[in-house]
């Protein structure tokens, strides 16, 4: 599915029923309940279902929209999103006031680019174990993303946090040495091959005793 066109104003809704009940009823109204804060303060706020959901579509955890709350515009990040543990709608989303040269910490998603040869020609299996990146720097100029070059990557090969190189005014928050992209030979292959190991070897047949007169 493609992505939505990227969103960038939002209305958000101030509620003034805070609490479990509060929260029900926004849900009822339609809209998601979370809470606004930053800048030294934080109140609980509401917005509509589906403005959330294009938002996240668009990519919306990773820049600043303009929001309108209680009439006054004010810069907003989406920071965090609660989701059912069953059908995985959001239930909560929490934002965050910012400004565009503040330097803030988020957490940047991972996409691969290219197509390893390890994969291609070496019968491996590519493994993406870090899915996102945490760094910190201007959120007036947060990537949307950090695409990962996997070209290079031969069986056994990996790209650590260290390698991806950020944009500039940002620092890594996560681990450098946290490997991000990796890949292995075939499982299955390993596995025929651990089978084949571990199978037990027919003893030889001993020669038959002749039979007594």
Sequence with gaps: MAKQERITSVTIHQRAEIGTTGAKKARREGRIPGALYGHGGSEA???????????LSSG????????????KKESVLL?????DPISHRPIAADFQRVSSTEAINASVHIITVGVAPGVKEGG???DVVTHSLEVKGPAGK??????????A?????????GD???????????PAETVVVAVEGSRTASDDAAITAAAPVAAPAEPATPAAE
Excluded: C, W, Y
């Design 153 to 161: 990557l031969n069986v056994n090969d990996h790209i650590t946090a």
């Design 60 to 71: 919306g955890q990773s820049h600043i929209v303009d929001a309108t709350i209680g009439g």
């Design 124 to 126: 491996g299996v590519m």
């Design 45 to 55: 706020i509401s917005v509509d279902a589906k403005t959330l959901n294009d938002l």
């Design 142 to 151: 947060l990537p949307e993303h950090f695409e990962i070059d996997v070209s």
């Design 79 to 83: 920071r965090e999103v609660q989701r």
């Design 164 to 174: 991806v190189k950020l944009p500039a005014g940002f620092t890594l928050i996560t």
